[in-house]
């Protein structure tokens, strides 16, 4: 399957578990990756492709939560499912509340684990999508010129064409000419769209979208 297809990584110290759960995933055509703990989960990662995580809470070295603090601490955001055969409503409000997909009790039920995995699958593909759109509106950000960037930041803050002409010392066509390409060089048809895209960066880095000049 090509590297886009999404993945699931099965993080827990049972061999046997490990791998029936990778032959269940792949009788339905889901791609599985087994680790056998938290250190061999983190040097297999690949951030690059869409994933969920299902994770063990009870392992030797790492246990689940403190591999869930690590991923948090490095910035890691990927859909986990806590299982565990001892658990209980403390630990799985402490999952829930930790960010966790979801928390399921072993042994599970095969029908209800494929359908979390599936569910938790696909909101990692709406993370990968959004995070890969992200990117590209960055990308396009830095093709600004100084004064494009000066006049998008304005923008964005709400202000309107004859204003932003006053306050910059230009012509209002001129600050027309420049929203145009502004639209054009970051693919949108409307600065509503425009305003929108920046401020879903703005969002993941400040609460205020400072547009850097080059």
């Known amino acids: 399957m090509p590297p886009s297809t999404p993945l699931v990584y099965i993080v827990d110290d049972d061999k046997e578990l490990r791998t029936s759960l990778a032959w269940l995933l792949e009788s339905v055509g889901v791609r599985a990756q087994c680790c056998s703990g938290a250190d061999e989960f983190l040097q297999q990662y690949d951030p690059s492709q869409p994933a969920c995580l299902v994770l063990d809470v009870r392992m030797p070295n790492t246990s689940g939560f403190q591999l869930q603090d690590i991923l948090k ?28 997909f979801t928390f399921i009790e072993k042994p599970y039920n095969p029908q209800l684990m494929l359908e979390s995995i599936q569910s938790a699958l696909r909101q990692a593909e709406q993370n990968h999508a959004g995070s890969l759109r992200r990117q590209q509106l960055k ?32 012509s209002v066509k001129t ?7 502004i639209k054009e060089k970051m693919g949108v048809s409307s600065i509503a769209m425009l305003v929108r895209d920046v401020i879903s960066i703005s969002d993941d880095e400040a609460p205020h979208c400072d547009v850097p000049s080059r």
């Open 139 to 170: 990308a396009r950000l830095e093709l600004l010129t100084s004064r494009e960037r000066e006049i998008l930041q304005l923008v964005v803050d709400g202000k309107a064409s004859k204003l932003i002409a006053s306050q910059l010392n230009i």
């Open 175 to 181: 600050v027309d000419v420049h929203r145009t390409k």
């Open 73 to 100: 601490a490095r910035g890691i955001s990927i859909p986990t499912l806590f299982v565990s055969a001892h658990g209980d409503i403390p630990m799985s409000v402490r999952a829930m509340q930790n960010g966790a």
